[in-house]
């Protein structure tokens, strides 16, 4: 017999439901789509795991980087401590340069400020972005530290392809209620976020 | 302005459930089976409708040994699979009976400018027991203003070597990919599958 585990969201008065559903796989629970906008900011609820998609994340303002921070106070303050590991990958158009480097001005140890998701600049030409996804893991534990992974490709404003690894944890034992992302400079000029659930 | 998401956490008084609900989970679009197959594309369903797409890679096994998985795009709906790219390429590694590991960027596996197909990995085995898996993130092809990123993880094995590899970087063209193909650097794909996933809000 297989087990259904409904979470527990107030399904009063269901009378017809899709069977296509797929209770268990990942769910889509919200996106956005910048214009000029400060930042995104996001409600995280109990899902055991969120996974965040980054399609092309254009700046408004050349050379800036990909940022996030989590919230334990419902979006009135974004100062979680976190520390982190940053690895990187990149390879230039005109072939004369190529890297796999820790970059120690991304990652953070024990610090509150915003974490990078990028590092050397996001272009801001027209064509230039970054996509790619970041994974949260049970974010409403009140057990266990918050851990983080993401992979993002971007288009640094010098014709680099840079491949990004961000890693690390929020170090709090409360739940986080929030999550924003802004650019560590200017306002996000375009760009979608697609945030699912997994149980 | 900042925009803020709200959680959907307010379900009461449902009368029904939308049928729009399952069409921001993955989406399996095409799968694609090789036998002895010079190439794999996927010719249909690349389109607007799906914000990222991601192709699953299991056990593609080369008719050649030491074959490099490879990929490339078209912007002419098949007609050509030669759009500019340029892309990194880094690997670890670790011997099953040799005292020999690394971390290592692989300059000789990645692109710059050109128009010719990108190894997803380096070389393959074609012992009957060695094959490559992992998956490809492609991002937002259909744009007529971005160039496209990919992000690839794989993992195969080669003359008795763990290898876990990482690949990414763009397919550097504002026209929009109409035709994905993968295919080895030498000789037929033996076998193996490729399933195709749209993922949309």
Do not use: W
């Amino acid at each position: 017999m297989s087990l259904i585990k409904l979470r527990n969201n107030a399904l009063d008065n269901l009378t017809s439901f899709e069977g296509s559903a797929s209770l268990g796989d990942m769910v889509l629970v919200s996106s956005a789509t910048a214009s000029s906008s400060a930042s995104i900011e996001f409600d995280l609820g109990s899902y055991k795991e969120y996974k965040f998609f980054f399609v092309n994340m254009h700046p408004a303002t050349d050379n800036v980087d990909l940022t996030f921070n989590f919230s334990t106070d419902n979006g009135s303050n974004y100062n979680v401590t976190k520390t982190s590991t940053f690895f990187f990958a990149f390879h230039n158009e005109a072939n004369t340069a190529t890297a796999l480097n820790y970059e120690a001005n991304s990652d953070l140890a024990q610090s509150t400020a915003f974490q990078p998701l990028t590092k050397s600049g996001i272009g801001n030409a027209n064509d230039e972005s970054a996509s790619g996804f970041l994974h949260i893991f049970n974010p409403s534990s009140t057990t266990y530290v918050k851990h983080f992974i993401g992979r993002l490709n971007h288009y640094v404003d010098n014709n680099f392809t840079l491949d990004n690894f961000p890693a690390g944890y929020a170090n709090t034992t409360s739940a986080l209620t929030n999550i924003k992302f802004q650019m560590s400079s200017g306002n996000i000029d375009d760009g979608k976020i697609l945030m699912f659930g997994l149980n | 302005m900042a925009i803020i998401k709200h959680g959907n956490n307010a379900l009461a008084n449902i009368t029904a459930f939308p049928s729009a609900i399952p069409t921001g989970k993955p989406v399996l679009l095409s799968t694609a089976t090789a036998s002895s197959s010079a190439s794999i594309e996927f010719s249909s369903g690349i389109d607007s409708t799906y914000d990222i797409y991601k192709f699953e890679f299991i056990n593609m096994h080369p008719a050649t040994s030491g074959a490099k998985f490879t990929c490339n795009a078209s912007i002419d709906n098949g007609s050509n699979f030669n759009v500019v790219k340029t892309t990194t390429f880094f690997n670890a590694y670790h011997g099953e009976t040799i005292a020999s590991q690394a971390l290592q960027y692989l300059a000789g596996e990645d692109i710059a400018q050109s128009t010719g197909y990108f190894n997803i990995s380096s070389g393959v085995s074609n012992n009957n027991d060695a094959s490559v898996s992992g998956y490809f993130h492609l991002f937002n092809p259909s744009s007529t203003t971005y160039v496209k990123h990919f992000i690839s993880t794989i993992n195969l094995d080669n003359a008795n070597y763990q290898q876990n590899e990482f690949v990414a970087g763009y397919f550097n063209d504002t026209n929009d990919l109409t035709n994905i193909s993968f295919k080895f650097s030498s000789g037929n794909i033996d076998a193996g599958t490729i399933k195709m996933y749209g993922i949309s809000a």
